[in-house]
């Protein structure tokens, strides 16, 4: 059986920099309930528009609003935080692959791009996490009905 091909190194580095956080409805309703705010409290707060969608803020120190030395909201988090490093790009092209293991300390460099592939798959369908038919899903979500390169 294959080594895990990723496991969080909590470095922190994909909770940094403007932008890229984008909600789906469910991820800004569990956001909202995770923080005991009314949903037009909570949009009002912490999000605005981005690319045509809802992305959160960054705070002063150019990280997620939600970034205290980790997570903030970890049980709360949106689809895209839970789904990383398994985003669509990463599963499609070994090149974004191999960019993202400099990026991410997480991502296991002895383990190949098609156990990758097979776990992320996986781990996206258990977790619910494709975006499939939610029209407002960021796109960094994978399209689990798109066939895969090679099929
Ligand atoms: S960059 Fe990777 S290892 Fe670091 S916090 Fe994000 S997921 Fe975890
Ligand atoms: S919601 Fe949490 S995991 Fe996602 S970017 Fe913000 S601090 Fe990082």
């Not at 580095?13 to 991820?27: P, R």
């Not at 985003?87 to 990026?103: A, M, P």
Request: proline share 6%.
């Amino acid at each position: 059986m294959a080594d895990e091909a990723f496991a969080c190194r909590m470095c922190g580095h994909c909770c940094q920099g403007q932008g890229g956080i984008l909600l789906t409805d469910k991820d800004q309703t569990r956001l909202a309930a995770h923080l005991n705010l009314g949903l037009e409290e909570f949009l009002t707060r912490y999000t605005e528009p981005q690319d045509g969608k809802i992305g959160l803020v960054c705070g002063p120190d150019g990280c997620c609003v939600f970034f205290k030395e980790g997570c903030g909201v970890h049980p709360g988090r949106p689809d895209v935080c839970r789904a990383w490093p398994f985003f669509h790009g990463n599963l499609v092209d070994e090149t974004s692959w191999k960019l993202i293991q400099d990026y991410c300390p997480g991502v296991n460099p002895e383990v190949s791009f098609v156990d990758f592939v097979r776990q992320g798959r996986r781990y996206l369908k258990d977790n619910g996490l494709c975006r499939d038919d939610r029209g407002n899903a960021p796109n960094a979500l994978l399209d689990s009905k798109k066939p895969e390169k090679g099929s």
